[in-house]
């Protein structure tokens, strides 16, 4: 009976400290700074800390199983407030809420499992706030997906534009309560592509075919199909007062061209030519005067795609994907990725770098870095450190999922680089010095990542032009 008893405690005491004695349950990771404070400690289960180089707090996070679970808070260095979110098993799950350091509410969402996505979904309204308290932006959400109003404010708290969306689809005229800054009609956003005419068919007859179209208000259109360049190439030569007027893109031999002819009062302003054309009006600086975004494709394919946007005063160019190497692919249009950044009523171009592919990997697979465009004068110019809170939020997220990797990335040894080459281009943007990015990844990764890195930094400084 002793025996028995002395053997039933000893299972006792096996299952109640075998994650001790095994190390079932992984160490609390440390970080330090280089003045020897604590950077960051994450455990696997449990309450983790970063801190600033000052000793201060910076975020708070719960974690379960590896994974964020209930509330992270993150701190300004000054120790005001900067957001707070709640997680489930990883995933976004509750009330999100943004402040600006001088302690004025940011921004608001709330967010709900998604059957779809590891990320989580919107639901009901998302607010956006002005630093002075006035309200600047609302929308409304379903299961994820845009429905109901979309209003945007100008600070002085006049509407800027009111939208309805019905499953994500902009419904009725959505020109009809757009404003300017100071309270007047704004010009009315408007679109045409050669989708929206006839073109001609593969088995016609007919040389060319023609029409005409209004635009933008004040503008007249003419749009050509020609069954070849030849055929095209003639008619705009018999066409009068062009022989001054500029021409952007160009057909491959093997496609039929189109030719859009932008003209007011009867006198040609400028022509586009291409495969697909879509040309959009709008104001993107809220001074009454609509700005033109261009979208060429010349061949047919994805990567054969040129987007401009001019000025309509004079039609001199503002930006060009290709000449500034910014992505046109979010979305499908650049005017998705427009975006008034800093509350000045001008919209900035907010998205990724274009061409951005090191290491060769498939197109799909890309990580680029975020770029920003800002209007300068007569052009475009770039940006993207003047805004280094997005930078920061990409790198803590890149960061992140580097630490702990999904599946994938662990057994693709290239998806993991190109997800490290996002931090470290990251990383030099917003101002770090190359000694300090190489300390990070010692300090983090194992021994061949940093071999890897330290080999391949000023590839990385190359693509940035840096």
Not at 103 to 123: A, H, I, L, N, T
Not at 281 to 304: H, K, M, Q, R, W
Not at 349 to 360: A, I, K, S, V
């Amino acid at each position: 009976m002793k025996t028995k008893f002395i053997f039933i405690l000893s299972l006792t005491f096996l299952f109640l400290f075998s994650g001790s004695v095994y190390g079932d349950e992984p160490v609390v990771k440390k970080e330090y700074w280089d003045n020897g404070k604590l950077k960051s400690e994450r455990p696997y289960n449990g309450l983790g800390t970063t801190f600033y180089e000052t000793g201060e707090k910076e975020q708070e996070s719960h974690f379960k199983n590896g994974e964020k679970d209930g509330l992270t808070t993150v701190w300004y260095e000054n120790g005001g407030k900067w957001w707070v979110s709640d997680y489930k098993n990883g995933e976004q799950e509750g009330l999100e809420t943004h402040w600006y350091e001088s302690g004025e509410k940011m921004y608001e969402v709330f967010w709900k499992p998604s059957k779809f996505s590891r990320d989580g979904e919107k639901e009901g309204l998302e607010t956006y706030w002005y630093e002075s308290g006035k309200k600047k932006y609302e929308v409304l959400w379903k299961n994820g997906i845009q429905e109901g109003l979309e209003i945007k404010w100008y600070e002085n708290g006049t509407k800027e534009s009111e939208i309805n969306y019905i499953n994500e689809k902009e419904n009725g005229n959505r020109n009809r309560n757009e404003l300017d800054r100071n309270g007047s009609p704004k010009v009315a956003n408007e679109s045409i592509s050669n989708f929206d005419v006839e073109g001609l068919m593969r088995d016609d007859e007919r040389l060319s075919i023609e029409h005409k179209r209004s635009f933008c208000r004040q503008y007249s259109l003419r749009i050509i199909n020609a069954i070849n360049n030849d055929v095209m190439d003639k008619i705009l030569s018999e066409t009068t007062s062009i022989d001054e007027v500029p021409i952007y893109g160009h057909v491959v031999e093997y496609e039929d061209p189109y030719a859009f002819i932008l003209s007011k009062n009867n006198n040609p302003l400028i022509i586009f030519k291409g495969v697909y054309i879509d040309l959009k009006c709008e104001d993107i600086t809220s001074d009454g005067n609509p700005e033109l975004f261009v979208d060429i494709n010349y061949a047919g394919g994805n990567a054969s795609v040129i987007q401009y946007i001019f000025s309509m005063n004079d039609f001199h160019q503002l930006l060009n994907t290709e000449e500034s190497g910014v992505t046109w692919s979010d979305g499908g249009l650049l005017q998705n990725n427009m975006e008034d950044l800093d509350g000045d009523g001008v919209k900035e171009y907010n998205g990724w770098r274009h061409y951005w592919n090191p290491l060769g990997v498939c197109s799909a697979c890309t990580v680029p870095p975020r770029k920003i465009m800002c209007l300068d004068g007569r052009s475009y110019t770039d940006c993207t450190r003047e805004f280094p809170e997005l930078l920061k939020k990409d790198l803590k997220e890149s960061l992140e999922g580097l630490l702990y990797p999904s599946d994938f990335l662990k057994n693709n040894i290239d998806q993991f680089h190109t997800h490290l080459i996002f931090f470290i281009a990251t990383s030099i943007t917003l101002g770090k010095k190359e000694e300090e990015i190489l300390k990070h990844i010692k300090n983090n990764f194992s021994k061949d990542t940093f071999d890897w890195v330290n080999d391949n930094i000023n590839m990385i400084h190359t693509e940035l032009g840096s």
